[in-house]
């Protein structure tokens, strides 16, 4: 069964520093996905990894997804307080369900 | 992308009462509806498929008859809690078919 873990759980960031989120899964996915969640709010996706060495960046998020390693990484370039929220991972299990990482609350501090 | 509507946002109920909460998907058909939970501070878990026309699916752990899931049509599911208690006071979050790309607006429900 797919377990799927991050780390670290808890981030606390300077503006304007590099730091990188680790997403270590424990079985074949489908795919890869990272999402953003503010405090109250639903999940807004981020990226959909799809295949060994796949990277997709959006500002200043870079993810990548090694296969082979079983593990996704979310690189955040040059943080701004914007980007304050908790990030998850997850995969894909038999018959399409969702399995989260633990999340990965992010506090980018001026 | 889809597009998921999710009601109500919040609600309040005694304990012992039932709520009600409903997805509608807008702009396709969803045969099927995954539905999770997230308590404070907690990922999300999945805690049941619905399918439409069929019995819903329940993850290990989830009392089917606590949590009442229909999905009568390809545009709306819902998720019925019975005899809510404290515990069961969380977030709930719908995404449909198309897993992983959309979820709907989620549902704070507080039991007092």
């Known amino acids: 069964e797919l377990k799927v873990e991050q780390n670290p759980l808890f981030l606390s960031m300077q503006e304007g520093k590099n730091y990188t989120i680790y997403c270590n899964y424990s079985?074949?996915?489908?795919?890869l996905y990272w999402y953003r969640q503010d405090p109250g709010k639903s999940l807004e996706s981020l990226f959909v990894?799809?295949?060994?060495?796949a990277v997709k960046q959006e500002g200043r998020l870079m993810a990548s997804l090694d296969t082979k390693a079983r593990l996704s990484t979310l690189h955040i370039t040059a943080a701004v307080h914007d980007l304050s929220a908790t990030y998850f991972c997850?995969?894909?299990?038999?018959?399409?369900?969702?399995?989260f990482g633990q999340g990965t609350e992010l506090s980018v501090k001026p | 992308g889809a597009v998921v509507s999710q009601h109500p946002s919040r609600v309040i109920c005694k304990s012992g009462t039932s709520v009600k909460i409903e997805c509608r998907s807008l702009d396709f058909q969803a045969t099927t509806m995954f539905w999770y939970r997230q308590f404070p501070k907690q990922s999300l878990m999945l805690m049941a498929t619905?399918?439409?026309?069929?019995?819903?699916?329940?993850e290990q752990g989830v009392e089917k008859d606590k949590f009442l899931i229909n999905h009568a049509s390809l545009t709306l599911s819902t998720l019925t809690v019975t005899s809510a208690h404290p515990e069961d006071s969380s977030f709930y979050i719908c995404?449909?078919?198309?897993?992983?790309?959309?979820f709907g607006s989620g549902t704070r429900l507080t039991v007092v």
């Open positions: 079985t074949t996915s489908d795919r």
């Open positions: 997850a995969g894909n299990n038999q018959g399409g369900k969702l399995i």
């Open positions: 990894l799809l295949s060994n060495g």
């Open positions: 619905s399918n439409e026309g069929s019995k819903a699916t329940y």
């Open positions: 995404s449909p078919t198309l897993p992983g790309d959309t």
